[in-house]
Structures are given as C-alpha cells and as structure tokens.
C-alpha cells in the first residue's frame, strides 16, 4: 500500500522527534502493509516553517537508514502546506515541495474553522499554473461538516481530496465517520492516507480503512495512489451534492 500523507521525519514538526521514533514508526507502517510513504511535514501553518531542501535531505537521510537497518519502506518527499495567498508564485519558484517532489500534486491544509474568501481564486490559479490541489482531511473541518457541499464545489472544479484512514473506521468519533463515508459515497475522496504522527497503531489503519470500502471504491483509491506518486493524471469520478437534512452536522452533538 501507498500512504500519501504522514508525519514520519524526525525533529521537524509535531511528528516523531528523534530517528529511534522514525524507525519504530516505519516497522509499524511495514507491519499494517505499507510499502511506500510521502512524508509531508506541516509547513507555513504560524507553528513550522520546514523548506523545500531541509525535508528533501532529512528524506534522503531517512531512506539510507531505513536501508542500513533492513526496514523495507521507501519514503518521499513531500509537504503538508497550510493555504495561503502565495503558494502558487512559491511551486513556480521552486520553494514549496509538490508530493513526490516532481509531480504536479500539492498537498493542502485548510484553516481551522474558516474557508478563507480567496480559496476558490487560489485552486483556480494553481491548476491553471499546471498543479493538482489535494485538501487533506477535509472530513474534520467544521466548515465543511456544516455544509459538505463547500467540498463538493471545489471536486467539481478539478480539486482532489485526500481523507484519513483514521476517520473512516472511527477513531476521530462516529460523527466524522458519518460523514467520510458520505463524501466517499458522493465522490468527493480521491486518496486515503494514515496521516500518522506517531507509531501507535490506532494511527495505521489504512488497511482497516480499504477493507471497510467496497472492492471498486477500494481499487480506484489505491490505484489513484498509484497514478500520484508516478505523476499521472488521475481520472476522478462525477461528484455528487449531497443532500443536507435539517440541523445537518456530523461534527456537533445534538
């Protein structure tokens, strides 16, 4: 399996802090069937500022690790940037890391609790600049869970969107379950990732996650996994709107 979004290098953000804690990281990612992994520090998020060629060297110091003590996973550059006016001018420039270093994928994180008023102008400029956007777990902002149609309008204009394995199977509470499984109903989940922190189990539930999908649901994500760490163009299914019901909101409790 490919994960597309983990915070596995050591000392660089709210991850693991020292190489002993990558390592043990890597044999549980080894142990739930992980192969492959794009590590994607927090950058520009008012709390960690990782750049392009720090996470690229600590990657490649990873990796030789990784082979010096027999831990079959292969690891990739990548970056978790939190949305800002600028990132477009900053993937021209070469300072802001796209997943897998060279393809045309860009891993997003949304404010907390607020859809920002140039975000739709943002993911326009950057996919007419050449990248994907991919919004990381939009499945726990609250915006979105309010109105999951927020989501939907950005699918539909060509963004992707990754959920975490995580809140599939329930560790985030059932009211986020509920709710990644109407996105991954309506089409509105490209990727499933483990988005892990730290090697506690409960975090590698990736395999848990493919297994609760349908067999064609399961297929497309993994194969969409694929297609992004080759740089391919993926095909995303039709997005549906979903249907809101009165005092709609899986995040809040009644």
Known sequence: MIDIHSHMLPGLD?????MDD????????VSQGIDTVIVTPHHQNGRYHNQREAIIGVTDYVNAKLQETGIALNIL????????????N??????????NQTTRYV???????????YLAQLLFDMQIAGY???????????????????????VKNGVLVQ??????????????????RKLLQASMVHFMATNTHSADSEEFRLAKAYQSMKQSAKFKLQENAELLIDGQPIQPDVPTR????????PLKRN
Do not use: C, F
């Not at 990558?22 to 990612?29: E, G, I, S």
């Not at 550059?77 to 477009?88: A, K, M, S």
């Not at 994907?132 to 950005?154: C, K, Q, T």
């Open 132 to 154: 994907v956007p991919v919004i990381a777990h939009p499945e726990r902002h609250s915006i979105i869970a309010e109105n999951p149609n927020h989501l939907y309008d950005m």
């Open 14 to 18: 709210n991850g693991p802090q020292t």
């Open 163 to 180: 959920a975490d394995a995580a809140s599939l199977v329930g560790i985030h509470g059932k009211r986020v379950q509920k709710l990644t």
């Open 107 to 117: 891993l997003l994180e949304l404010p907390e609790d607020t859809l920002p008023s």
């Open 90 to 99: 900053g993937l021209q420039d070469g300072s802001l890391l796209p997943l």
């Open 77 to 88: 550059p990548g970056q978790e940037i939190r949305v800002h006016e600028t990132i477009t």
């Open 242 to 249: 979903i249907k809101l019901k009165r005092n709609w909101n």
């Open 22 to 29: 990558t390592l043990a990281m890597a044999k549980t990612a």
